[in-house]
Structures are given as structure tokens and as C-alpha cells.
């Protein structure tokens, strides 16, 4: 398809759009260098699915991803953007992307109030922010933005100006998971899933959260995932936790008309047209992987 064939200018094209220098870089996948006034700030591995479709191999992918994590290492700001996320979640992964690149609207979490919030609300905001969705959860937590504080908003940001409060970010938590050793029982939960309002970076919201839930839970520690395609959990290190283990990359069967990821076929939804059932309109795509990350938060 032509969208397919024009990924890489299409994604250089809305870059230069907000400001910034795009550089293509021909490799095993079509790499671009993202600069602004001579200072390259993030690059990134484009998967188009014309280019997997047809001839690309597993072991061109995993070169793609040794070199990505060979330059997080040296310091330098690398991700891995499947073309199947561009289309289908086009929105979320803008705001990603000029959030790393510091352009987006930036919300203090010191502004925001923190309370429990119910399921329905958690997944239609996750549905709408998160890259991966909405997944099932135990404990749901929001930040609010008061109205007083409205005023710190850009003029062209976009949202309610009549509400109340404004729903900024959200984190979700599991069950806990109990082990027994010497003397009392632990308590291990997981942070599920973190998003913010697109086209914002609620500064410090993610830590607020967190300290919110613990003080309520009380876990004596809480893991997470960091998905190495965008991220190799600096971030996370930031806030206490510890990288323990490596989840190898996982294959998922991509529906190509919907462009979403299932894990298997009985999670894809079936369609009333029967063309959509057609063995070409699905392929297997790889994600590179993630990191586990632990903070201990009692002992």
C-alpha cells in the first residue's frame, strides 16, 4: 500500500512539521535522526510493513534492536517504531515522541490531587493514552488538575475549560501476590500500566502515584515492565526501582486492517465481512522485549 511505502516520510514529514531536522539513514531498517539546531535528539528504527512483509528477517530485527541498545548505552535516546502503532495509535505515539523531545505541555504533579478512581473510568482513559490499551487491574489511581490551576495550560492546549478538574494521568495496580518468609508474609504487587493525557508530561505524576498506593496498600514491593522498544526503564531507575531480569521478544499476530496486536487468535475479535478473515490480513510482528524492574518499598 502507498501509506506503507511512505512510512519513513511520512513520519519525517510530520517531525519537520513541529519544528524539527529529520535525517534518513539507510540500514537493515530505515533509521532517522531527529535534530534540532545540530543537536541530534532521538533516533529512531522505523519497521515498515512493507519492508517485514517482504524479505525482512527475525535476525535483521534483532541486529535493529542490539544497535538501539548499544546506543541507550552510550547515552544516546533510541526507539523501535513499528508501523502498525503509527497507524493504529497515531495520537498516543505523537505524544510519546514529543514528550521525549521536551515539547509537550508540561502539568507539575504537585498541582494535581490523587484519589481512587472505578475501572470504567481507568480503561476508557488507558484505551485512549496508553500504547498498549487497557488490561484488567485490582487498584485504579488518578491525578486531577484542579480548575484553579488551568491557568498553567498553554493557550492551545486543548481540554475542558468548564470542568471542575481535569483527569491527567492514571496508574493501575495488581492484586497482591503473597510468599511467605521468615516471620511475616510478602507482598509483591505490580504497576500494570501508567499513562497521561496526550501531548503532556505530568511531571512527577508517576511518582505521586506510587507513593499514593503504597501509603494505602502498604506493599513491601512493587515490579513493573519496561518495554524495551521505547525505553530501557532509566526512568524507573529513577524512582527506586531495580532492573532483575530480561523478558526475551515476543511475537503477537498483527490484524492488518485494525492494525492491533493479539497473542493469540482466539483474542482477535471477528469481523462481520468475511474478506477480514482472510489468512493475508494477518502477519506475525516481534516487540524487542522488556526489562523487569523492582522497589522494594519495606522491609
Not at 513520519?11 to 533509521?31: H, N
Not at 515522541?97 to 502539568?107: C, F, P
Not at 496508574?171 to 497521561?196: C, D, M, N, V, W
Request: contains cysteine; glycine residues 6%; charged residues 30%.
Amino acid at each position: 500500500m502507498d501509506r506503507e511505502q511512505s512510512f519513513t516520510d511520512e513520519v519525517c514529514k510530520w517531525f519537520m512539521s513541529r519544528g524539527f531536522d529529520c535525517i534518513v539513514v539507510e540500514t537493515l531498517f530505515p533509521e532517522i535522526e531527529i535534530s534540532r539546531e545540530n543537536r541530534v535528539l532521538l533516533k529512531i528504527t522505523l519497521v515498515s510493513l512493507h519492508e517485514w512483509r517482504t524479505g525482512r528477517s527475525l535476525g535483521n530485527l534483532s541486529e535493529a534492536f542490539e544497535k538501539v541498545r548499544n546506543r541507550r548505552e552510550e547515552g544516546r535516546a533510541a526507539i523501535i517504531l513499528w508501523q502498525d502503532y503509527w497507524l493504529g495509535r497515531e495520537e498516543i505515539v505523537k505524544s510519546r515522541l514529543l514528550a521525549m523531545l521536551g515539547t509537550s505541555q508540561k502539568i507539575p504533579a504537585r498541582l494535581t490531587q490523587v484519589r481512587r478512581i472505578d475501572k470504567i473510568t481507568s480503561q476508557a482513559f488507558l484505551e485512549k493514552y496508553h500504547l498498549n490499551g487497557s488490561v484488567g487491574s485490582k487498584y485504579q489511581y488518578g491525578l486531577f488538575l484542579p480548575k484553579r490551576y488551568f491557568r498553567i495550560l498553554n493557550a492551545d492546549f486543548q481540554h475542558d475549560r468548564e470542568g471542575e478538574e481535569m483527569l491527567v494521568a492514571v496508574a493501575t495496580f495488581s492484586h497482591p501476590r503473597i510468599f511467605q518468609r521468615p516471620g511475616k508474609a510478602f507482598r509483591s504487587y505490580e504497576l500494570i500500566r501508567f499513562a497521561s493525557i496526550a501531548a503532556t508530561n505530568v511531571v512527577g505524576g508517576l511518582d505521586k502515584l506510587l507513593k499514593a498506593f503504597s501509603g494505602e496498600k502498604k506493599p513491601d514491593d512493587i515490579m513493573t515492565y519496561a518495554d524495551l522498544e521505547w525505553s530501557d526503564g532509566r526512568s524507573y531507575a529513577r524512582l527506586g526501582f531495580e532492573p532483575v531480569s530480561e523478558t526475551p521478544p515476543m511475537s503477537f499476530l498483527l490484524d492488518l486492517k485494525s492494525n492491533r496486536r493479539f497473542t493469540s487468535p482466539k483474542e482477535r475479535p471477528l469481523k462481520e465481512d468475511a474478506d477480514i478473515q482472510h489468512v493475508e490480513d494477518i502477519t506475525t510482528v516481534f516487540n524487542a522485549g522488556s526489562m523487569k524492574y523492582v522497589k522494594t518499598v519495606s522491609t
